[in-house]
């Protein structure tokens, strides 16, 4: 199963459509192939890591599983479980992006000075964003930081 979950992440690079129908067919093979609750969460979860989708797609994914369970009337991921998985995946992804960000600026402009390493450290998915798209053009830190 271990197998079939990495290959099917190759042919789905850069297409997230055919990504979320790779994720949708794979957890549905986990609900019919008679696994231990625990070994279905801890693949469910490997799932999730392995094959990331855009919010939207995750959402619409998330959709089918609810309604597949209630058609199956099997439930071995719970709702908090689901909601701790979007939460582990949206930290996951501010990490990433707090260390793209700190890359940038550190290729651009040299070590960063610790006060604002801290501020990149504190801050939320969307204000780094923000930062990382002036970092692409700015002519300094300062310029960088300047609006936030």
């Known amino acids: 199963m271990v197998d079939a979950l990495r290959l099917s992440t ?3 690079q850069g297409d997230p459509s055919r990504r979320l129908a790779s994720k949708l067919a794979l957890t549905r093979r986990l609900y019919r192939h008679g696994l231990s609750r625990r070994d279905v969460v801890n693949l ?3 799932i999730d890591w392995l094959l990331v989708l855009p919010e939207a797609l995750e959402t619409a994914y998330l959709e089918d599983i609810e309604q597949l369970e209630e058609e199956t009337k099997m439930r071995y991921v719970t709702s908090a479980e689901r909601i701790g998985i979007r939460k582990g995946i949206e930290l996951g992804r501010q990490e990433s992006q707090r260390e793209l960000l700190e890359h940038l600026l550190v290729a651009r402009f040299g070590p ?27 002519d ?5 930081f300047a609006a936030a």
């Open 10 to 12: 190759l042919p789905t």
């Open 44 to 46: 469910y979860a490997f």
């Open 112 to 138: 960063l000075p610790g006060s604002l390493a801290v501020r990149v450290a504190g801050a939320e998915s969307a204000q780094l964003s923000a930062w990382f798209e002036r970092a692409l053009t700015a």
């Open 140 to 144: 300094s830190l300062d310029a960088v």
